[in-house]
C-alpha cells in the first residue's frame, strides 16, 4: 500500500513524499552550526567551513556543498603578496586556479548554539585567524531572532615583527547548488547602504525561480582602516583564475560598477567580497562579513496561499530588503552576543550541571530554527472567524497574541515533513516556553 502510495507520489505526480522510505538521506557527520534566525530559513555551515545543507524554502532541504562558497585569505607584507589560500581542505574539480588543500591539522573548530568558532593557524605565517559565526537566536526577543541572517566577525592576530595586510574575501555561488541555479535569468549587483554614519558594501545575488524567488546578500562593513572590494560576477564552474589573480595582485578585488547580465539557460553565476586592514607587528584587527537572504512571500506546494514571513513585518515584504538587513546584522551583532553569553553564561558556570546536558541544551536547540521553521504574520484583512473556526470563540481573547506573533510552525523531523504533530511537539515545547513563550502560545491556539 505504502508503495503504490509513493509510486503515485513521486513518480506520476512528480512530487516528494513527506515521509520517504525507499529514499532516505544518507548520514554524513559533516554538519554543523546552522545560520539565521527563527522562521526565516536556514543554512548550514559543516564544521570544515563548507556551506553544506539549504532550507530556504520552508521544510524543503537540499544536501549539496557549493564548492564556489568559500572563504580566501591573502596576506601582503612591503608590497608583496607572501600567502594565499583557500580556507578549505577540499581539492574539487572545478575553481582549479584556486590554492586549495588547506592543511585540516591547522584548523580547529568549536559549535555552541548559536555560534560557532573556526580557528586557523596559518602554517609558516605566524598569523592566526578566528572566525566566529554568530546567529540572532535570543530568548524573548520576537524581532531580532526572526532576521535571516549571519554574521562571521574574523579576528586577525599577527604575531609578525612587520606589518602585515590581510584580506578575507567571501566568495557565493547564485542559488543552493541545485539545478535551478542553471535555470537562467539569475543576476548579481554590487550595493552600498549607509545608516547614521554606519556603511556596508557588498553584493546581491538575485535568485529569480517562478516560486519563492530570493535575494542573497555578501557584504562587509566600512569603517576606518577597513576597505571592502567586490566581484560582481565570475564562473563558478571554470578555473576561476581571474579572481584568484585580481586577488593576488594587491589583496583587493577590482569593484566593478553595474549589473552583470543575467545568466543564460545551463550557466552558473557567483559573485565575491573582500575585507582587507593593515595589521600591526604583534597586533590584532578584526574584519565583519555578513551572509544575508531575503525571501519574504512564500507558497507551499499548492500555491493556493501566499506567506508573509514575520521578519517583513520590521523590513518589509517587496524582496529588496537584502542591503538593510546585512547592514542591520553587522551594526546589532555585538548586542546579540551580549544577550546570549548573558543567558548562556549561568548554565555554563554552574559545576553541578555535566557538560553533556549543557552542549545538550543548546546545541540541540538548532532545530529552533533549522526544524523546516516556518513564522509567518497574520494577513492584515484576516478576521476572528477567519482564525478561530466553529470551536474557537471560546479563545477570541487570543486573537491579539496571533496578531502581534503571528504563527509558528516546525516538523516532527527533517525527514518527516509535518507540521506541529503534537506528540512530538509535546515533548520538544519546553524550549519554546522558557525562551520564546508568545510563540508557544500561538501554536497552542492553533492546536
Not at 521578519?311 to 555585538?334: K, Q, V
Not at 558556570?349 to 497574520?378: C, H, R
Request: glycine share 8%.
Amino acid at each position: 500500500r505504502y508503495f503504490r502510495w509513493w509510486y503515485k507520489k513521486t513518480r506520476v505526480e512528480k512530487k516528494s513524499a513527506f515521509i520517504d522510505l525507499l529514499c532516505a538521506v544518507p548520514l554524513q557527520q559533516i554538519y554543523g552550526c546552522p545560520l539565521g534566525g527563527i522562521g526565516g530559513g536556514t543554512i548550514t555551515r559543516g564544521w570544515r567551513g563548507e556551506f553544506c545543507r539549504w532550507q530556504l524554502n520552508p521544510g524543503i532541504y537540499h544536501y549539496e556543498t557549493v564548492i564556489a562558497d568559500q572563504f580566501t585569505v591573502c596576506l601582503r607584507c612591503k608590497g608583496q603578496t607572501i600567502y594565499q589560500q583557500v580556507l578549505s581542505v577540499e581539492r574539487p574539480s572545478t575553481l582549479q586556479g584556486w590554492n586549495w588543500g588547506y592543511c585540516g591539522h591547522y584548523a580547529f573548530y568549536h559549535a555552541l548554539y548559536p555560534r560557532a568558532w573556526m580557528v586557523y593557524e596559518l602554517p609558516g605565517q605566524n598569523v592566526v585567524l578566528t572566525c566566529r559565526q554568530v546567529s540572532p537566536v535570543i530568548p524573548h526577543d520576537y524581532k531580532d531572532s526572526s532576521l535571516p541572517v549571519g554574521v562571521f566577525i574574523w579576528e586577525v592576530e599577527n604575531g609578525r615583527d612587520e606589518d602585515v595586510e590581510v584580506s578575507i574575501m567571501f566568495s557565493l555561488q547564485n542559488g543552493m547548488g541545485t539545478k535551478e541555479d542553471r535555470s537562467g535569468g539569475h543576476w548579481n549587483e554590487p550595493f552600498a547602504f549607509e545608516k547614521e554614519g554606519k556603511r556596508v558594501a557588498g553584493v546581491l545575488l538575485h535568485h529569480c525561480t517562478h516560486v519563492n524567488p530570493f535575494t542573497l546578500a555578501i557584504s562587509a562593513r566600512e569603517k576606518a582602516g577597513t576597505r571592502v572590494t567586490h566581484l560582481t560576477s565570475f564562473n563558478p564552474m571554470g578555473a576561476g583564475r581571474e579572481v584568484w589573480q585580481d586577488l593576488l595582485q594587491d589583496g583587493r578585488l577590482d569593484s566593478p560598477a553595474g549589473k552583470s547580465s543575467p545568466t543564460e539557460k545551463g550557466e552558473v553565476t557567483a559573485a565575491a567580497v573582500c575585507a582587507s586592514c593593515r595589521v600591526p607587528a604583534q597586533g590584532h584587527r578584526t574584519l565583519e562579513l555578513a551572509l544575508a537572504w531575503d525571501m519574504p512571500k512564500v507558497h507551499f506546494g499548492s500555491k493556493e496561499k501566499l506567506h508573509l514571513r514575520r521578519y517583513t513585518r520590521f523590513f518589509g515584504s517587496r524582496g529588496d530588503s537584502a542591503p538593510a538587513l546585512s547592514h542591520h546584522a553587522l551594526t546589532h551583532y555585538e548586542e546579540w552576543e551580549r544577550k546570549i553569553e548573558m543567558w548562556q553564561k549561568p548554565i555554563l558556570e554552574n559545576s553541578q550541571l555535566p557538560s553533556w546536558y549543557k552542549s545538550a541544551l543548546f546545541n540541540e536547540l538548532y532545530f529552533m530554527t533549522d526544524g523546516g521553521t516556518i513564522w509567518v504574520e497574520l494577513p492584515p484583512d484576516c478576521c476572528a472567524e477567519d482564525l478561530q473556526g466553529p470551536a474557537g470563540a471560546g479563545l477570541s481573547h487570543l486573537l491579539p497574541v496571533l496578531r502581534e506573533y503571528g504563527r509558528f510552525a516546525y516538523l516532527e523531523g527533517q525527514e518527516y515533513r509535518m507540521y506541529n504533530t503534537y506528540d512530538v511537539h509535546f515533548y520538544a515545547s519546553f524550549a519554546l516556553v522558557m525562551l520564546w513563550p508568545k510563540l508557544q502560545i500561538s501554536l497552542q491556539y492553533d492546536i
